[in-house]
């Protein structure tokens, strides 16, 4: 289990039992991510339920991680690996947050948190980033961080009847500034 403070928000494992309180943020922020993020349907706690599961299971399992990000009590957002290879060393990084608790650099220093975890704890090698290339808020935290754009992949990210160029941004061990 996760628990620590970075500024003004509480970052914890999002699990299984937070599935009403997910369902309730979607409800309440979720049009601010819909343009990028296929989960309209998670504004139930059934349909949240699952998800939490495969991420508690994929926290077991040593394949993925899920925290939430609380501010003044209320989930705000998330920051997440949605795929960790420990044989291979990698991860990849991806977050959610709602529009007002933007700007405030909630995000960028979960994740430098994250990379510590990943590179000092983990001793994963190398991270990834993955945004549609019109999605500027997501793609200014990788440029922040030192992250290396390598390319895009075309049409590979399906929101709604939509596909989405996704770009695709690394950043290596030796890299950290840390």
């Not at 628990?3 to 937070?18: A, Q, S």
């Not at 399992?61 to 949605?82: E, H, I, K, N």
């Not at 995000?107 to 975890?117: F, G, L, R, S």
């Amino acid at each position: 289990m996760l628990n620590l403070r970075i500024g003004p928000v509480e970052v914890r494992d999002l699990e299984p039992w937070h599935a009403e309180e997910l369902a309730e943020f979607f409800r309440r922020s979720g049009s601010g991510l819909y343009e990028w993020l296929p989960w309209e349907s998670f504004e139930s706690a059934e349909a949240t339920l699952p998800f939490l599961t495969r991420f508690a299971e994929g926290r077991g399992a040593d394949s993925r991680r899920l925290f939430g990000l609380w501010l003044d009590g209320a989930l705000v957002g998330g920051t997440l690996f949605p795929s960790i290879n420990a044989r291979a060393g990698t991860a990849e990084i991806g977050v959610f947050l709602a529009s007002e608790a933007r700007g405030r650099g909630i995000v960028t220093q979960t994740v430098e948190a994250m990379i510590a975890w990943a590179f000092e704890t983990r001793g994963l090698r190398r991270l990834e980033w993955r945004c549609s290339p019109g999605n500027v808020a997501s793609r200014a935290i990788p440029q922040r961080l030192g992250f290396t754009h390598e390319g895009t992949l075309r049409q590979v990210f399906q929101v709604r009847e939509d596909l989405h160029d996704l770009e695709v941004w690394s950043l290596l061990r030796h890299e950290w500034r840390g």
